[in-house]
């Protein structure tokens, strides 16, 4: 085995705040402005820009200019006619650099989120378990999918696995940026670790599940960098229209020369070439690519890696959203509220024995039912010596104690419990049922407690919705969006709680079979569904999902299954998910509304001009509306324009990065207030940036005598 | 307050109210449910059919729909060459007329060239056959009484027919069925329920108020000087009803419209304007009943209807005004190139809604209108989605519809849907080739024509008015809409092949490419809509698709208008030292005004 020159071991606290730094990068970050102007200059190149046709006939139409420039200069034309040839020519390449720019900058900007995560990779040495329980000492490079290696305290996890033998607390914020420290444990829904953060505490045996450069990072950083970046559906689309307007726009101005012979008018060719590049939408064409890119970048910005950009586009489609109550609508933990002790029961005693049953039960509820007997009855619970704890099983349903004297508590669901006290041969209280019942329609759990078999009484545990939860999904139905709460409990509670947080249907008694036809039959009434998991069981729902979000904690399998992966294992993200698609959408049809609006004034300003100076058509000139080119003549009607249609594209640059914030005020408000901002501004703000550059450049022009 | 003014709103609001129930009307009998399809009166649809064979109807993709209006159009256009060729040998010819072809053709500088001219018979049939009834020769000189009617009036009523057909199966795609119907049914029920019954009730109402309906030959007339003058006259009354009901418009006689013969009193007027624009105007209810959605429908209607109003109004405003060229001189509105029965405000109002719809039949010399009044009847075919021709009108506004949903749905923060169908890159595809087809040949066409000798000296004006009698030609080809402007010498080989070329290229594809995107629509899963759904039913739909219509359109066409029309009005302001306003190419002779001829 050869030993690869290692790394000095990555200090954990840099890569946190690298991450961090990464999540919030200044919209200009000098260091990469640099970058993309020297990337924009490369892009320049023929091959690249052909990937876009716009901005392609953008470059075409330069050096159909330049080749005029050199033919006037040969034929010795007038100086002033060249010089603004050559201005012409300088602005059509600057418009092409700015459209580079811009994809560039978001290229560069989703690089430096994307170095920032592979930076935690690494190259460290990883244990390698061989078959016959040697270990091999390896650079984590050559560990390929199917590996076993094990992780010591306070070692890296050398790539992307699964935990299956022993649990951790893994400090994951080189990923995520957030410091608190996680568990990870075999055999259950947190067993996936990721390659980079760090085990705090104890030893664990992982399988490796990546393949080296395959793994959800690398994908993803596969998907900011431009080169191998695909294209989305939507982004074809509308790729599409804006071909089609070039289209329409290069037969209109290529047809004004053999209109204008009609009044033996030649029209200069640079002039009907500037026309062009003004109509045709540079504006959207330029900015495209940075807005899909942006797009991604903003998922990664929220944590969230996707596998294709595809998946950010239908999250902004979802109609349905199933979330899992626990964690998402409610705080994690039920808590227990109150003791109902049946007749003949004393309410302390009550307390007591469900206490006793809840002395060896480490979940939130065992002790929280142990924290109220103590607070609220002072019951001192310390075990005689010699009890014996009975483990929770799923066949009983239930957990307990046998105490030294032959006294036996259980506490459990209470139709077990029911059961078991009948064939006991007890008689259940009549008030039982009712109890149990009213507890359950309140959206509470209840916990039916026996001695000896005989149910002496109902301990509630409540649900605590999250705060702010409900303000929340009335956000999601102003979107439109359905919110279904996933849940274990019984149609009873589960009703209660959809209920308190509003959501608009719930799963009861869930299973995985449960989730996967509920997918089903909403996808076939035309639904698109989003649920976030992390099971195995989960995987198969995940999948047939329009939109499936694995916690990185959770298994390999659902994370195989999902389109994204959220780092910070956040139940909630599947919300932010929706707004960050929604965005995404929204900036394209904008920026193309405002493309598109623009270039009725660039007709106002190019087409007079154009005419002016021909005697037939010179009429024309009252269609100035903007009063351009009063002192300089009519060339700069036209650069001013050419040089707004170059302008725009990096000022819109922090509305493509940015994005269009998303509003959830229903559809119609929203393209109302879309139409007003980006249509009827696209069609009034190039009159003003036109007279304005109009008002500098004509007096320049004037002074050099060009006019 | 000047009566006149009455008429605008009369206008409109009388085929508005009678639209709302022939909608409902062709929607059940167009479109019957299949139990009911085949029973009652549908069983003539099968008995029709049955005579050729095809009494059971079949279900149809987008493709075999698409075959079966080809291959019908196809042998329209084979049968149709013939008869024209050969109108000589065939019957109902009392004034022996000779071939179409056999008329020769007059080129720019005025020689007459007595060879045969089949260009003129290739023209025409492109014309007729394309719904658009481009005249480039004079019906009651060139054409027999069998080519009027077995030709021309049978191409009058199928041809609408035929886009009605296709609509029909464009709007079951949108609503999701996979089967868009059969086209041979579509046809025979649009023929037997909707135009040949209307047909039946308007030429009565016509020939009730004086317009001749005879198969006699011209009659003989003395003038009081003693002159003998053979007056043309026929089976006018029949002829016109379809011509207007059909978005036709190529007349009985050459004057078309404004001749006594065809549109003799008031009352007749008011027929046939409303007849111009009722089936466009009903097949919208028509759509929204089919589709269970008559509040999408009614959005469509009334941005139609909005861009109406403005384009008639301008024209009107124009026509009115004393107009740059004549200010001080003249009092009162101008009159020239104007048929005084009716006056500046009704031939306004009816070169608006004859242009908006494509129908074409004309009533005003459009040369002689002012600059911006004969603006308004070219931006309207420009636009060719205001109510436009029977079907096509309403696919062409379709297109701009799924382009609207596209940009707007993309606002709204979800990818594009329509009526629940997601737009996708391959629908978008189509409705582009669409919309980029109509510019294309005006664009192109008027480019060709008018950097050569082919239009240069074809035109009676030089400078922009020349210009615009190019761009008109161009445009009404494109729109299939068939009005002239006049002024140009365009019954020449160039011009009559130049133009047939357009019609068909402004027709067909228009036709089979909603078609294929409604058969991959109907293909689609359906998404019930949600509050994040764009609404296509509310107004600000409506402004939205206004704007985008107005907005391309604007974009598309404005260099080639400024130098036509807006050039023309800018230069008579700037100079109104010329007190002609302009030339018409055979001034005086209003009788040989026709739809388009010479």
């Known amino acids: ?707 | 307050m000047d009566i006149t003014w009455i008429h605008p709103f009369w206008a409109l609001l009388l085929p508005v109210a009678l639209a709302i129930p022939l909608g409902r009307f062709m929607a059940s009998v167009l479109d019957p449910p299949p139990e009911r399809a085949g029973h009652g009166f549908d069983r003539l649809t099968h008995w029709a059919l049955h005579a050729l064979g095809r009494s059971k109807p079949q279900a149809m993709d987008w493709k075999a729909y698409g075959r079966a209006f080809l291959i019908f159009n196809l042998t329209l256009f084979v049968l149709s060459f013939l008869a024209l060729e050969m109108q000589t040998w065939l019957p109902l010819n009392p004034d022996g007329k000779g071939s179409l072809a056999a008329h020769g053709w007059k080129d720019a500088s005025g020689t007459m060239h007595e060879n045969a001219d089949t260009a003129v018979i290739f023209n025409t049939v492109c014309s007729f056959v394309t719904n658009t009834n481009l005249q480039h020769y004079s019906g009651e000189q060139h054409l027999s009484y069998f080519s009027q009617i077995g030709v021309v009036m049978w191409l009058q009523f199928v041809t609408p027919a035929c886009g009605l057909a296709v609509m029909l199966a464009v709007i079951r795609g949108l609503r999701g069925d996979r089967n868009l119907g059969d086209f041979w049914h579509d046809l025979v029920r649009s023929l037997l329920f909707v135009f040949l019954p209307l047909a039946l009730v308007v030429a009565i109402l016509l020939a009730a108020s004086g317009v001749p309906m005879t198969f006699s030959g011209a009659a003989d007339a003395t003038s009081l000087e003693g002159v003998h003058a053979p007056i043309a006259r026929g089976p006018v009354a029949s002829f016109v009803a379809i011509k207007q009901l059909g978005t036709n418009g190529g007349g009985f006689f050459g004057p078309n419209s404004t001749h006594p013969f065809e549109n003799p009193t008031p009352f007749s007027n008011l027929v046939e304007i409303v007849s111009i624009i009722l089936v466009p105007m009903a097949t919208i209810f028509m759509f929204g009943r089919m589709i269970r959605d008559a509040k999408h429908a009614r959005v469509l209607f009334l941005v139609m209807l909005g861009m109406l109003l403005l384009g008639m109004f301008v024209a009107i405003g124009a026509e009115l005004g004393h107009g740059p060229a004549v200010k001080g001189v003249a009092q009162g509105p101008l009159l020239e190139g104007k048929e005084v029965r009716f006056g500046p405000i009704a031939s306004a109002t009816w070169a608006a809604i004859t242009t908006a719809t494509s129908n074409g039949s004309v009533y005003a010399m459009l040369d002689s209108f002012q600059p911006y009044g004969g603006l308004v009847p070219m931006s309207l075919m420009m636009l060719n989605v205001d109510y436009s021709g029977v079907g096509s009108g309403f696919l062409n506004m379709l297109m701009f519809v799924i382009a609207t949903v596209f940009i707007a749905g993309l606002m709204v923060g979800r990818t594009p849907e329509y009526l629940g169908r997601k737009i996708e890159a391959r629908e978008v595809k189509l409705a582009m080739a669409s919309l980029l087809v109509h510019p294309l040949l005006i664009v192109t066409g008027t480019a060709l024509f008018a950097a050569t000798e082919l239009g240069s000296k074809s035109v009676a004006n030089p400078g922009p008015h020349g210009f615009s009698e190019i761009l008109y030609e161009f445009t009404s080809a494109s729109a299939n809409n068939g009005s002239g402007f006049e002024g140009l010498a365009d019954n020449t080989p160039a011009w009559n092949i130049g133009t047939g070329i357009v019609l068909l290229l402004g027709r067909f594809p228009s036709m089979i490419l909603p078609l294929a995107i409604a058969g991959f629509l109907a293909e689609k899963k359906y998404t019930p809509p949600s509050l994040g759904t764009l609404p296509t039913d509310g107004v600000t739909f409506g402004a939205t698709l206004a704007g985008v219509v107005l907005l391309v359109g604007a974009l598309s066409f404005m260099p080639a208008v400024v130098m036509g029309p807006v050039a023309d009005g800018l230069s008579r302001q700037a100079a109104p030292e010329s007190p002609i306003p302009a030339q018409t190419a055979e001034p005086g002779s209003v009788q040989s005004q026709s739809k388009d001829a010479h």
Not at chain 1, 273 to 294: F, N, R, S, W, Y
């Open chain 1, 1 to 707: 085995m050869g030993i690869a020159t290692l790394e000095p071991m990555p200090d954990v606290e840099k890569l946190k705040l690298n991450r961090r730094s990464s999540r919030h990068l200044r919209l200009f970050e000098p260091g990469l402005v640099k970058q993309a102007i020297l990337r924009s200059i490369v892009m320049l190149d023929p091959r690249i820009q052909a990937r876009n046709p716009v901005m392609f006939l953008v470059e075409g139409g330069a050096l159909l200019t330049l080749m005029v420039v050199i033919e006037s200069i040969a034929t010795g034309a007038d100086l002033g006619l060249i010089l603004y040839q050559i201005a012409l020519a300088f602005l059509l390449v600057l418009t092409v650099l700015f459209a580079n720019f811009a994809e560039a900058l978001a290229e560069a900007r989703g690089k430096a989120q994307a170095k920032s995560l592979r930076d935690t990779r690494r190259l460290t040495t990883a244990s390698r378990l061989g078959d016959d329980g040697e270990i091999e000492l390896v650079p984590s490079n050559e560990l390929k999918s199917g590996d076993r290696v094990i992780v010591e305290a306070g070692a890296i996890i050398p790539a992307d696995g699964e935990i299956i033998e022993g649990a951790a607390s893994v400090d994951e914020s080189a990923v995520t940026g957030e410091s608190a420290p996680v568990i990870r444990e075999a055999g259950g829904d947190r067993s996936g670790v990721t390659g980079g953060t760090r085990v705090l505490s104890d030893r664990i045996i992982i399988e490796i599940t990546a393949e080296p450069g395959a793994s959800f990072l690398d994908r993803m950083i596969a998907l900011v960098e431009g080169a191998r970046r695909q294209k989305t559906p939507n982004e074809i689309a509308l790729a599409i229209i804006l071909a089609a307007f070039s289209i329409v726009f290069l037969i209109v101005t290529a047809s004004l020369y053999p209109m204008a012979r009609f009044f033996d008018v030649t029209l200069d060719v640079p002039t009907l070439v500037a026309l062009l590049v003004c109509l045709i939408p540079t504006t959207i064409g330029g900015l495209l690519a940075a807005i899909g890119i942006a797009g991604m970048d903003r998922a990664l910005q929220a944590n969230l890696v996707a596998k294709s950009g595809k998946a950010v586009e239908v999250a902004g489609d979802v109609d349905t959203l199933l979330l899992d109550k626990t964690g998402t609508i409610t705080l994690g933990n039920r808590r227990a509220t109150r003791f109902t002790p049946m007749p003949g029961v004393d309410e302390h005693e009550l307390a007591r024995l469900a206490a006793l049953a809840s002395l060896a039960d480490l979940t939130p509820e065992g002790k929280s039912v142990l924290e109220l007997a103590r607070r609220d009855f002072a019951v001192d619970s310390n075990a005689p010596d010699g009890s014996q704890f009975i483990e929770f099983s799923a066949q009983t349903r239930s957990s307990g104690v046998n105490l030294p004297g032959g006294l036996s508590i259980r506490k459990g669901a209470p139709d077990t419990l029911a059961k078991a006290a009948l064939a006991a041969g007890h008689e259940i209280p009549e008030n039982y049922q009712p109890i149990v019942d009213a507890i359950a329609r309140d959206g509470s759990t209840p916990l039916a407690v026996s001695r000896d078999g005989q149910i002496v009484g109902v301990v509630t545990l409540e649900d605590i919705l999250k705060p702010g939860i409900q303000e929340r999904f009335l956000r999601l139905k102003r979107m439109g969006l359905r919110v279904v709460m996933v849940t274990g409990d019984n149609p009873l509670t589960a009703r209660s709680i959809a209920d308190r947080a509003g959501v608009d249907d719930f799963i009861a008694q869930a299973t995985p079979e449960a989730k996967l036809a509920y997918i089903r039959s909403e996808q076939a009434g035309g639904k698109l569904v989003a649920m976030m998991g992390d099971g195995t069981n989960d995987a198969p729902a995940l999948a047939q999902a329009d939109l499936g979000v694995a916690m990185n904690s959770g298994t390999q399998a659902a994370k195989e299954a999902s389109n994204m992966v959220d780092l910070d294992s956040d139940p909630t993200k599947l919300i932010e998910v929706v707004e960050i698609g929604k965005q995404l959408l929204m900036t394209r049809g904008a920026l193309t509304t405002f493309s598109i609006a623009n270039d009725l004034a660039k007709y106002f300003a190019v087409i007079p001009a154009m005419f002016v100076e021909f005697a037939p058509l010179s009429s024309l000139r009252a269609l100035d509306v903007m009063g351009l080119a009063s002192r300089g003549g009519h060339q700069s009607a036209i650069l001013s324009a050419v040089i707004f249609n170059a302008v725009i594209i990096p000022l819109l640059i922090p509305i493509a990065i940015k994005g269009v914030a998303y509003r959830p005020v229903g559809a119609s408000a929203l393209l109302r207030r879309n139409l007003l901002f980006y249509g009827l501004g696209g069609v009034v703000a190039p009159f003003l940036g036109i007279k304005l550059i109009d008002w500098i450049v004509d007096p320049i022009l004037s002074v050099l005598g060009l006019a």
